[in-house]
């Protein structure tokens, strides 16, 4: 069981990350920090084995955490969750070794094949003995297969399917959600968010996350201009 601290100044997106969470095996949530002295309390006292962490903390950046975790708990690893996308902050978590670094809004597709793919990784560096070369690959290039094979279909996305969304979403000028697509489409609202989810990685379409009154995030897709 992969042990996590969460450090999120908004207690409502904070919530969020703790119920992505409990939807995935392997994970539990430990502790959770609104800023960064909170922070470095629950990393002196549960050296967490992986830290998500925000840049925009009331009283620090989360940068400014990053010598500190490397030296009270050096086994544990981070993976941003940040609507952060300056230069010098990305060049500072690369250079420390970030293991993701994920621009908000996310959603819970991009949040688990994160986490997934992290979980991957440690059980390869928890072997025993040597690594064989794709392992070693895989640590430092998990996108080598698909920056090799750009034009390949992705598995479950059907062409045809597709082209029907990308029509939809084109004439959708106030956006659509994944729900009112299915609904447009007659298929199931995770199938239409499956298509529009890669539509957005492709840079084809936009996504938006809103709040509702609850505070359930809710993404609208909107076509890319």
């Not at 969460?6 to 430990?30: L, N």
């Not at 922070?39 to 620090?60: E, G, R, S, T, Y």
């Not at 698909?146 to 062409?159: M, N, R, V, W, Y």
């Not at 529009?196 to 076509?223: M, N, W």
Request: aromatic share 8%.
């Amino acid at each position: 069981m992969i042990e996590i601290l969460i450090v999120e100044d908004d207690k409502r997106i904070a919530d969020i990350h703790r119920r992505f969470i409990e939807k995935m095996d392997g994970f539990q949530v430990v502790g959770s920090a609104h800023n960064g002295a909170e922070a470095k309390d629950w990393i002196q006292a549960l050296q967490p084995q992986l830290v998500l962490l925000d840049v925009h903390l009331p009283d620090m950046k989360g940068t400014e955490l990053l010598p500190f975790i490397q030296q009270e708990s050096p086994d544990s690893d981070i993976i941003f969750i940040t609507a952060a996308s300056e230069t010098d902050i990305v060049k500072k978590a690369f250079r420390a070794g970030v293991a993701d670094y994920i621009l908000k809004p996310l959603t819970f597709a991009r949040f688990e094949e994160s986490l997934v793919a992290y979980k991957e990784k440690r059980r390869s560096l928890e072997k025993s003995g040597s690594l064989d070369e794709e392992s070693i690959q895989k640590l430092w290039n998990s996108n080598r297969t698909a920056l090799s094979e750009p034009f390949a279909t992705p598995k479950g996305i059907d062409p045809n399917t597709m082209a029907r969304i990308k029509e939809r979403l084109a004439l959708a000028e106030l956006g659509m959600t994944a729900e009112e697509m299915g609904s447009a489409c007659g298929m199931s609202r995770s199938t239409a968010r499956r298509y529009l989810e890669h539509l957005v990685s492709e840079r084809l379409a936009a996504a938006e996350l809103l709040y509702g009154t609850i505070g359930r995030p809710e993404r609208r897709y909107f076509p890319q201009p």
